[in-house]
């Protein structure tokens, strides 16, 4: 990823990774149910943990690329070895969000076009971001964040008329046989949606103020985390004890709002608002993906054939892995145990190696120089 990308754009393109899961979200309420929100709650110490890493990981790299750091933690050879598994790791990412966005539009009534023309097509529009740059995708971010806020803000105002407040109450109690699953899985769905922001690691190079960039980072995450609960919580108002019998409840809750007979059907401008955040966190995964491979192969910005190249091939390769329909043909809860697993080794294991390998080299070198200095 190229370019400078200001505050406000950071902030659209940070929120862009942990605002588009309403996949998820609907496996939670369909699962959980009531305890829907505390399941969101548990989600909470994961982004946090996240935040913290990227905090550690600025302090000690701030300026550096995403590629030169893992070479100072991990060595040259080992360093490249391990850029290379993140460009593998966001591409895997990409292929399994951008089939899960074409699947997501074809369930809304689009299926008069085959299955694979929307993937093609999603995949594509996809890899002219990750072409384009970062500084594109993030204004794109900033352009569709702020409608999707308002029109949640909206739906919530022309919902809370119909809803029925007694859905929530009494709450469900906290059991101790329910707590541990709760936790567990509040602890995957931290992980699914906050492990995005590795994709972000690329780009911290281009940003001068660390600190401001870090404190958005922060805002943007607490932002999501509360959408989520308001989101979960507005649907139980409405929906009550029919939630579970809804794939997307989300989008029901859009149905159900209107005002009058001329602004109405609030779920299909819900649906394409949820598309394009879904296909905007396909294309920073991707992008992340492409950067990597450009810092590896030592292709500067200047060459833009050569990253055009890069990424019309990765986009060939994400389309041969799609027609191998291999990750579609495993069962859910084990597609969703390899994401979870692959989240905690790249979002969370190799950053904090990173950070510790880092810290003590640095520490070492340091300390080298102060006795060189004194025996001097």
Request: proline share 3%; glycine share 8%.
């Amino acid at each position: 990823m190229q370019g400078k990308i200001g505050r406000a754009e950071f902030f659209s393109l940070a929120l862009v990774l942990c605002l588009n899961s309403v996949v998820l979200l609907g496996a939670v309420e369909k699962t959980a149910g009531p305890l829907s929100w505390l399941v969101l709650v548990a989600a909470l110490p994961a982004g946090l943990l996240c935040w913290l890493l990227f905090y550690f990981w600025l302090k000690l790299y701030a300026g550096q690329s995403f590629g030169s750091s893992l070479e100072y933690a991990f060595g040259r050879a080992a360093g490249r070895m391990v850029l290379f598994a993140y460009a593998l790791f966001w591409l895997f990412l990409t292929e399994l969000f951008g089939g899960c966005v074409a699947v997501f539009w074809s369930s809304l009534g689009a299926n008069n076009l085959p299955l694979w023309f929307y993937t093609v097509l999603f995949l594509l529009v996809v890899a002219c971001f990750a072409a384009t740059g970062g500084t594109a995708l993030a204004r794109v971010a900033l352009l569709v964040v702020v409608p999707a806020l308002l029109l949640t803000l909206v739906n919530l105002w022309l919902t809370v008329w119909n809803a029925d407040f007694g859905n929530l109450l009494p709450l469900q109690p906290w059991r101790r046989t329910e707590s541990p699953a709760v936790i567990w899985q509040g602890w995957y769905y931290g992980l699914l949606v906050f492990g995005g922001f590795s994709a972000l690691l690329p780009i911290f190079q281009h940003t001068r103020e660390v600190k401001q960039r870090l404190g958005t980072l922060g805002v943007a995450l607490v932002i999501a985390f509360l959408l989520w609960l308001v989101l979960a919580m507005g649907s139980q108002v409405v929906l009550g004890a029919s939630l579970p019998l809804y794939e997307f409840p989300i989008l029901q809750v859009f149905r159900l709002a209107e005002f009058g007979h001329w602004f109405s059907r609030f779920e299909v401008i819900g649906a394409v608002l949820l598309v394009m955040l879904a296909l905007l966190r396909a294309a920073a995964l991707f992008g992340a993906a492409v950067s990597s491979l450009l810092e590896l192969w030592e292709i500067k910005s200047q060459q833009r054939g050569r990253i055009w190249l890069v990424s019309l091939g990765c986009w060939l390769l994400l389309l041969i892995l799609y027609w191998a329909n291999r990750f579609y043909t495993l069962p859910g809860e084990l597609l969703l145990t390899i994401c979870v697993w692959l989240m905690g080794i790249f979002a969370l294991l190799l950053p904090a190696s990173a950070v510790l390998f880092g810290a003590l080299k640095f520490k070492k070198e340091h300390r080298n120089i102060v006795v060189k200095h004194e025996q001097y």
